[in-house]
């Protein structure tokens, strides 16, 4: 039998189970398994500037594309605390990650020993499993173990915490006849199948909602064949859009209280049956008034998750099963219903959908100096086809993003969903640009989400990894400005004041040009939004060119309201600014403005 240490094995497992790429930084407790990175080969490894960078680098790769599992390693104590927030946004959003932690030797974990903690237990809530490997002999078999936890039922990331002499101690195990274990993954019945497709055809108006479990299951295809045999608009939640392409006929927008449309939210509104797969019906997608959202509608959900159904409202019927195990079903059912003649036509009701999206539009065609947001976006629908990947995170940059972006292939739109941690877009979008460097990524930030993790623009410097980064600039934590004004205050959420250094942006404060050129990658301040479009287009060829990340920063007007609910109700949403009532005022929109 073969004897090597229980890091080397560990590393033979990574490449087993299909991992090419890991992100991390090194430090004393886990320069064992860095040793054995290097001697094994076959894993390539990018260096982050930041713990936490390292995971949401992980969680960027991951969700690029189908199958991938993106793996963060650091050394113990801090580094492992680092990543927790990584670890919460991967389990918020289903995502599979394996963060890797050094530690103590194993005979001082109980005795305070430097940089000692126990990351297993804080990490306990926020991953599928996390363990302190204890004994060398075990480390293949927690790393099989949590390949297959992160792979089956709701996907999610697990840590393993490796102490340095259990790295380094040497263990009997044969790489060559390594095998990864079987997933899991709940299938719907036929009978269950049956029953969801008899109650959605008992209705008038109905809809399918589209969750992010139908990209986790690389089914987004079935979602388009089953919408289009039974002739129903698709609603994709915001991770699930992409699962059907915006300028598709059936699909009918987003629905919720921030990141939705107008002609979404009135077409759910109309609907009397939602079926809902791989969604969990996240607050900004329902808002807190759960009357308005279910009330004069049934419900079918199907969830790969048993838990998940029931947990924010009962209903009518509910499926544990894998959205295309479910999808499969839903198709082979139909199929055969449409050939006995058993389909309604829902025809009418698709039809008054694309109405509503050709009449219920917001304005983007602004000229105003200082740049209004919705003119970005509009400009950058003009520069970024649909091949484009978006990368953001959180704040009024993203609400607009999904208000007035497209988005027309799954995988395509990257946001962090539930955990919305600021920094999250710059490594993230590294993660994304490196697991497919074919795709043109596109990230969006505010400013503060920008300076959160803006020394990861050198890990991109370093490694060559290109891609466009806009950023809208107004010098204000926006999101929450707005948030206050509900409360009447507008309190420590400033973050304007002149730059000595740099007298010419006035009060926009800090220098994104120079911190960005600083730190090796190029960088385009534009402040006339007839500058915009070119900005853009000599960004895409500066970042072929020098093959970095180019950063173009758009000065934005201090204070915009984005379209939201006030009262966190989908019925609701109050439009703060202008609406679109001639075809002028919103070129780039999906559709063009009937009137």
Excluded at 204 to 229: H, K, M, Q, S
Excluded at 292 to 311: C, W
Aim: glycine share 8%.
């Amino acid at each position: 039998m073969p004897r090597m240490t229980a890091a080397a094995a560990a590393v033979e497992i990574l490449k087993r189970e299909g991992v090419t790429n890991a992100f991390g930084v090194p430090g004393a407790a886990i320069n064992p398994f860095y040793r054995e990175l290097k001697n094994v080969g076959g894993v390539s490894h990018t260096l982050a500037r930041h713990v936490e960078g390292a995971s949401h680098m992980a969680e960027g790769y991951t969700r690029a594309k189908a199958g991938n599992i993106g793996v963060c390693i650091g050394t113990s104590g801090p580094a492992g605390t680092d990543m927790i927030t990584g670890l919460y946004s991967a389990i918020a959003d289903s995502i599979p990650i394996l963060c890797i932690t050094g530690q103590a030797p194993v005979s001082k974990l109980h005795k305070e020993d430097f940089q000692a903690v126990d990351i297993a237990s804080i990490a306990k809530p926020v991953t599928k499993a996390a363990t302190t490997v204890l004994e060398a002999a075990q480390v293949p078999g927690v790393f099989q173990q949590a390949f297959h936890l992160m792979r089956s039922g709701r996907p999610g990331p697990v840590l393993i915490d490796l102490p340095i002499d259990v790295q380094l101690t040497e263990i009997e195990f044969d790489p060559e006849t390594y095998e990864p274990l079987p997933v899991y993954k709940p299938q719907a019945t036929r009978a269950q199948a049956a029953k969801a497709l008899s109650l959605l055809l008992e209705s008038e108006r109905p809809l399918l909602v589209a969750g992010g479990g139908i990209i986790n299951a690389d089914a987004t295809d079935l979602l388009v064949e089953f919408a289009e045999l039974i002739n129903v608009p698709v609603i994709s939640t915001l991770m699930g859009w992409g699962t059907i392409p915006d300028d598709h006929e059936l699909a009918a927008g987003m629905v919720g209280v921030q990141t939705a449309h107008r002609y979404g939210n009135a077409t759910f509104l109309e609907s009397d049956f939602v079926l809902g797969i791989g969604n969990r019906w996240a607050n900004r997608h329902t808002g807190y008034n759960m009357d308005a959202y279910t009330k004069g509608r049934k419900f079918v959900h199907v969830d790969i998750e048993p838990t998940q159904i029931g947990k924010i409202f009962a209903p009518d019927y509910g499926i544990a099963s894998d959205a295309k195990a479910a999808l499969e079903l839903f198709i082979e059912i139909a199929k055969e219903l449409k050939a006995e003649g058993k389909l309604p036509d829902f025809s009418a009701w698709a039809a008054s959908a694309q109405e509503r999206k050709a009449t219920l539009q917001r304005r983007t065609n602004f000229d105003n100096i200082p740049i209004k947001p919705q003119r970005v976006y509009e400009e950058m629908n003009k520069a970024f086809g649909p091949e484009t990947r978006y990368v953001t995170t959180i704040g009024l940059s993203q609400i607009a993003a999904a208000q007035f972006l497209h988005v027309y292939k799954p995988r395509h739109w990257i946001n962090c969903g539930q955990a919305g941690p600021l920094g999250w877009t710059i490594p993230a979008a590294i993660g994304a640009a490196t697991a497919d460097p074919e795709t043109p990524v596109v990230a969006l930030s505010g400013d503060y989400d920008f300076q959160f993790m803006i020394e990861e623009l050198a890990v991109a410097a370093q490694h060559k990894v290109p891609y466009v980064h806009v950023l809208v600039n107004n010098a204000y934590l926006g999101l929450i400005r707005q948030a206050q004004g509900n409360l009447g205050i507008n309190f420590e959420v400033n973050l304007e004041f002149e730059n000595i250094n740099t007298p010419e942006i006035g009060v926009y404060g800090v220098d994104h040009v120079k911190v960005a050129e600083g730190l090796g990658v190029k960088a385009i301040r534009v402040t006339d939004p007839d500058k915009l479009g070119e900005a853009l287009e000599e960004a895409k060829k500066l970042a072929v060119e020098y093959q970095v990340p180019v950063v173009v920063e758009a000065i934005l007007e201090r204070i915009t309201n984005i379209a939201m609910s006030k009262t966190v109700d989908m019925s609701d949403v109050t439009e703060f600014e202008e609406l679109a009532t001639e075809p002028g005022h919103a070129p780039t929109a999906i559709k063009a403005l009937k009137v």
